[in-house]
T-cell receptor, first 113, second 113 residues
Framework: AQSVTQPDIHITVSEGASLELRCNYS??????LFWYVQSPGQGLQLLLK??????LVQGIKGFEAEFKRSQSSFNLRKPSVHWSDAAEYFC???????????FGTGTQLKVEL | EPEVTQTPSHQVTQMGQEVILRCVPI?????FYWYRQILGQKVEFLVS????????KSEIFDDQFSVERPDGSNFTLKIRSTKLEDSAMYFC???????????FGQGTRLTVV
């Protein structure tokens, strides 16, 4: 069965510092990968997605992610974090023809001013 | 920008009561989903719906749960006899097709007392 692992439950970074959130997946076929962000009390907003092609994908709010098949990873990065980026970040993999999403446990990002 | 709309945003119900959570997916989308997030836990898939029938459901989605698309715009989740452990945030999502990005609603926070 497919699974997604986000090894970091909490991460704290200073505003302006770079950020990398880790995501590893387990899935037999070619995965469709996503990063979503959830602000407190809010829904899930799509940051970026990987379906095929270029393994470095750009998303909204200055985020990017790199798909590495050999490492089964899809890490999220941002060169310079803003205080408004504080939120919970979920990595997800789509499986099955109907696009069911399997989510990781999430990484809570705190930004220090 | 089109969006998925969920009502109500918050519902409190007594244990054993029936609740109906409502969603209006994006109008040209064909696949519909319900997910839930128990406080502090990850987002879990409940059910997917396509062509007026359930296409996949999780172990969580037992006989107490049902989904319906009563008209051309609404998509509902019914819980027949709520239990304390049904307390969670319930998210509706829709996709245009298989393996396309999912758009999520803002969620309905269900509290069972």
């Amino acid at each position: 069965a497919q699974s997604v692992t986000q090894p970091d439950i909490h991460i704290t970074v200073s505003e302006g510092a770079s950020l990398e959130l880790r995501c590893n997946y387990s899935y037999g076929a070619t995965p469709y990968l996503f990063w979503y962000v959830q602000s407190p009390g809010q829904g899930l907003q799509l940051l970026l997605k990987y379906f095929s092609g270029d393994t470095l994908v750009q998303g909204i709010k200055g985020f990017e992610a790199e798909f590495k098949r050999s490492q089964s990873s899809f890490n999220l990065r941002k060169p310079s974090v803003h205080w408004s980026d504080a939120a919970e970040y979920f990595c997800a993999v789509a499986t099955g023809g109907g696009n069911k999403l399997t989510f990781g446990t999430g990484t809570q990002l705190k930004v220090e001013l | 920008e089109p969006e998925v709309t969920q009502t109500p945003s918050h519902q409190v119900t007594q244990m054993g009561q029936e609740v109906i959570l409502r969603c209006v997916p994006i109008s040209n989308h064909l696949y519909f989903y319900w997910y839930r997030q128990i406080l502090g836990q990850k987002v879990e898939f409940l059910v997917s719906f396509y062509n007026n029938e359930i296409s996949e459901k999780s172990e969580i989605f037992d006989d107490q749960f049902s989904v319906e698309r009563p008209d051309g715009s609404n998509f509902t989740l019914k819980i027949r006899s709520t239990k304390l452990e049904d307390s969670a945030m319930y998210f509706c999502a829709s996709t245009e097709g298989p393996n396309t990005e999912a758009f999520f609603g803002q969620g309905t926070r269900l509290t069972v007392v």
